[in-house]
Every structure is written in C-alpha cells, then in structure tokens.
C-alpha cells in the first residue's frame, strides 16, 4: 500500500463527502494513519448514504452503476460504482481467479443471480472475461429452471459451475434425482455463502470429479476483499495489495490484530473507489491471520454486523426493529440471533430475553410468549420477505424463537457486551 495513495484517499473523502467529514471532524487534518481513522458505523452510514441527496457520495451520481446491497425491504441499500472502479474491481478480481483452478479455455457456466440491481451475476461474468487465461463464458444464470440448466451444461460440456453453496446444492440435488450425468464438470466455485462439510458431501456425490474452491471474497458494499488461495483449506484468502487494505480487529477495543489465530471482525479499505468511499468499513465477517503467509486470513463466519442464513443476508438491525415493533409491551430485555445447521439447512433461532416479571423458569407465562414469537416472526417476514420465500423453497428452516433469561445470552469474555449473533455453524 503507497502511504500517499491513502493519505490521499483520506484527504479527498474528507474534502468531499459531507459523512467522512463529520466523522472525521475531531481529528488533525493532517491524520493519515487508519489505525487513527474510528471505524465506520454502519447504521450512521447506511442512514447518510441515500439514493438521492447522499452524504457519503464525493460528487454527483452523473455516471456510475448502481447496485443493491443487504438491507431491509423498507430501506434498500445501493452501492455504486463508476465505470473505471468497476472495471478495476472486475479487473484485480479476475486476476484472482487463476487462484481457484481457472485454466485457460475452460468453459464456465455462471449461475449467480441477476437483476433487481444485484452485481453478482454481472461480476463474476466480468470478471471472467477479464481473467488472465482465456474461458468461454456460459451466463445461464441462478434463476434458470434446472430442468434447462443442466441440459444446458451438458450441451455445451461445461467444466466449471460457478454459485453460491444453496444454488450449487440445488443443482446437485437435481442432479441426482434425475440420474443426470455431468462428467465433464471438474471445477465448483462457490462464493456468497460458506460451504459446509454436509453440502461438500452432497456436491462431492453429484460431481465425482469436481472439487470446490472459494470463487474469492467480494462483496458490493466492501468492495475487493480477498482473493483465494490454493490449498485444502477453501477459507484461506489474502487481501488484493495494492487495491483493497484487510484489517482484522479486536471484537472489544477495535484493536488492530497482528498475531496468527486471534478472531477478530474484519474491516476494509477500499484504494480504488472515491465516488463512495470504503475507509475501514466493516465486512460483517470474522477471520484470523493464519500466518501461512503474507496477508493470508481464515474466514470465520459472520459477524454481528449482519448474518448470511442459507441465500438470506440479514442485519441485526432487521431482528431488532422486528421486535421493537412486536413487543408492545416491552417484555424482551434483550436478543442474539443464533445460526445452527441440521438436516442439510441452515435456519436462524431468535433468542429473547425476557423480563425479571414475565420470566417462568427461563420463559414468559405460555400464552404471551407464544403470541409474542408469532408477532416477532411475521415482522421480520415482512421486512426480509427473501427468507419465508427461501423456506417455502426447501433452501432453510424456518425462523423459531428461543426465550431465555438475560444472564443466559452469551456475552465476550473480554469486555462483558453481548453477542449480538452467535453462528453454531461447523465449517470445514
């Protein structure tokens, strides 16, 4: 990273947008450090970064792509990009992709999702065609009825299957209860979600010969965050220098991390974006340092920031709103979003503290609680619809409520502050 590329980066962002100003405000002008830049608080972010009027921006939207990034149905988030940083994003990300397996001539078929303003479709497609080794591209698409898709990959003898872990498990499930054979598949790239060892066992089963590696680590809102790297271990990446800065940071102090094996959230600083600038904005993921190599961090899963069930991205934020609207009588004292895995699915557990007054043996009399859970459930429905519609699709289990006391929600050891997401997950 070139010192004067991020002094210059902080410089413009604080000139420029009128939210890097004010949370910049109290600091020397002449601050150039990020360990002395606060982290940037997603909530004051999001609530500043509109689509029409944006404090964050650094200038007009005149030209640039919009895209939409996680959020609640009532207050959709957009990212943008101008055509030169996508085409930097796509550009470094495609360099990654020789990481993954990526030979030259293979024929990819791309099943990530596309429209309603989501990039991940058109990213990986542009990174592909921007990749260092010549591919043939098959857009077919997430969406596409698996009764045409794997005609479709059969055809044309695709060798690489590119989706998230659900999309990828879908296909395999198809698969197999069809008798379908896909043989000249070698390649799985999975990316959006983490793969889990029940979804590599069923992949493994529809595709012998294939075997699944990290796509990279990207998303719309952080921008470039890492990219693969070879190995048994399809969590391992290391950060895209000179264009993206990956921080790992203490879950208490905001400490910057620097030793092997000490879980942290991770933070990004983007070099290359200035119309929205990304100075230490939260991944909404927790990693550490492996130590195996320059740059080189472990995934860890989700952080408190937000939660990735299945294909269902959701905020704190959503279960907290969903509560304060549902709890009229102000029972619940307190909440942890809890993430377990059976059967083959993921599925989200509201755990609700109640009240001294409405506890009875750890849970509120019967009749309120039940009520209360019915009310809670159907209001984060309504506000992240994609999740009973991943339900009624078989994709996840359905949302549940857990009442607890409030000593019972687990807390960090360190500071005492509550956990805001607990993710139960194995990985592998």
């Known amino acids: 990273?070139?010192?004067?590329?991020?002094?210059?980066?902080?410089?413009?962002?604080?000139?420029?947008?009128?939210?890097?100003?004010?949370?910049?405000?109290?600091?020397?002008?002449?601050?150039?450090?990020?360990?002395?830049?606060?982290?940037?608080?997603?909530?004051?972010?999001?609530?500043?970064?509109?689509?029409?009027?944006?404090?964050?921006?650094?200038?007009?939207?005149?030209?640039?792509?919009?895209?939409?990034?996680?959020?609640?149905?009532?207050?959709?988030?957009?990212?943008?990009?101008?055509?030169?940083?996508?085409?930097?994003?796509?550009?470094?990300?495609?360099?990654?992709?020789?990481?993954?397996?990526?030979?030259?001539?293979?024929?990819?078929?791309?099943?990530?999702?596309?429209?309603?303003?989501?990039?991940?479709?058109?990213?990986?497609?542009?990174?592909?065609?921007?990749?260092?080794?010549?591919?043939?591209?098959?857009?077919?698409?997430?969406?596409?009825?698996?009764?045409?898709?794997?005609?479709?990959?059969?055809?044309?003898?695709?060798?690489?299957?590119?989706?998230?872990?659900?999309?990828?498990?879908?296909?395999?499930?198809?698969?197999?209860?069809?008798?379908?054979?896909?043989?000249?598949?070698?390649?799985?790239?999975?990316?959006?979600?983490?793969?889990?060892?029940?979804?590599?066992?069923?992949?493994?089963?529809?595709?012998?010969?294939?075997?699944?590696?990290?796509?990279?680590?990207a998303s719309v809102d952080a921008g470039l965050l890492g990219r693969p790297v070879p190995g048994a271990d399809a969590r391992v990446h290391r950060a895209f220098t000179p264009h993206s800065v990956v921080e790992i940071l203490d879950d208490s102090t905001d400490e910057p991390i620097t030793e092997p094996g000490r879980p942290g959230r991770v933070v990004v600083t983007s070099l290359f974006r200035r119309l929205m600038p990304i100075i230490r904005y939260p991944a909404g993921d927790r990693a550490e340092w492996t130590g195996t190599g320059p740059g080189h961090f472990r995934i860890l899963g989700r952080a408190e920031e937000g939660v990735r069930v299945g294909p269902v991205s959701l905020y704190t934020q959503d279960a907290q709103d969903a509560v304060a609207s549902a709890d009229t009588a102000g029972q619940v004292v307190g909440m942890q979003l809890v993430v377990r895995r059976w059967e083959g699915r993921d599925g989200l557990v509201l755990r609700l503290a109640t009240t001294p007054g409405e506890e009875r043996a750890g849970e509120p009399a019967a009749e309120r609680r039940e009520a209360l859970a019915r009310a809670v459930v159907a209001e984060l429905e309504t506000v992240r619809p994609l999740y009973p519609d991943s339900v009624r699709a078989g994709f996840v289990h359905p949302l549940s409520v857990e009442w607890a006391r409030h000593r019972d929600l687990a807390v960090n050891p360190r500071s005492g502050k509550l956990v805001r997401v607990l993710d139960e997950r194995p990985t592998v």
């Open 1 to 217: 990273m070139s010192a004067q590329q991020l002094s210059d980066l902080i410089r413009f962002a604080r000139h420029n947008s009128p939210y890097y100003r004010d949370l910049y405000a109290s600091l020397p002008p002449d601050t150039d450090r990020l360990a002395d830049l606060p982290v940037v608080d997603q909530k004051s972010f999001w609530a500043a970064n509109t689509l029409h009027d944006s404090r964050v921006l650094t200038g007009p939207l005149s030209e640039a792509t919009v895209y939409k990034t996680g959020g609640t149905t009532g207050s959709p988030k957009f990212s943008v990009y101008t055509r030169d940083e996508w085409r930097t994003f796509v550009t470094t990300f495609g360099q990654g992709l020789v990481d993954t397996g990526l030979r030259p001539g293979h024929r990819v078929a791309d099943l990530f999702y596309a429209g309603e303003l989501y990039a991940s479709f058109l990213f990986i497609l542009d990174s592909l065609a921007h990749a260092p080794v010549d591919n043939v591209r098959l857009p077919i698409g997430g969406g596409a009825p698996l009764e045409s898709t794997i005609p479709t990959l059969r055809d044309l003898a695709a060798q690489v299957l590119a989706g998230t872990p659900t999309t990828l498990c879908r296909l395999a499930e198809q698969v197999l209860a069809s008798g379908a054979r896909l043989d000249s598949v070698e390649l799985l790239l999975f990316g959006g979600e983490a793969l889990f060892a029940d979804q590599r066992r069923l992949l493994a089963t529809a595709f012998p010969g294939a075997e699944a590696r990290s796509v990279g680590y």
